[in-house]
Nanobody
Framework: QVQLVESGGGLVQAGGSLRLSCAAS????????MNWFRQAPGKEREFVAA????????YYADSVKGRFTISRDNAKNMVYLQMNSLKPEDTAVYYC????????????WGQGTQVTVSS
């Protein structure tokens, strides 16, 4: 099992920034990719960004490319999502997800953290 705990959400004005954190514990060696997803009210959960634990390679949804940056600290088993130039449409619950390989479904999920961007 892998436990994931997100933090760092909150209320911010449009154009502002937030940094989300995801703390991973347990059998983290069983996962090689960490994802961030988000789900807005009434919408399906969508992919935001991904990072490989080993290579550090990163991947982004087009909607956040150039504004969001995913990073990781292997020593601390932490993954971060730096979100800049936030827009009201970024409002959602953000989830951390650990999977065994890129683009894999399922895996382990955190409880989510709310991000609200006011206009």
């Amino acid at each position: 099992q892998v436990q994931l705990v997100e933090s760092g959400g909150g209320l911010v004005q449009a154009g502002g920034s937030l940094r989300l954190s995801c703390a991973a514990s347990g059998r983290t060696f069983s996962t090689s990719v960490m994802n961030w997803f988000r789900q807005a009210p009434g919408k399906e959960r969508e992919f935001v960004a991904a990072i490989s634990w080993s290579s550090g390679n990163t991947y982004y949804a087009d909607s956040v490319k150039g504004r969001f940056t995913i990073s990781r600290d292997n020593a601390k088993n932490m993954v971060y999502l730096q979100m800049n130039s936030l827009k009201p449409e970024d409002t959602a619950v953000y989830y951390c997800n650990a999977v065994p390989k890129l683009a894999a479904s399922g895996g382990f999920w955190g409880q989510g953290t709310q991000v609200t961007v006011s206009s």
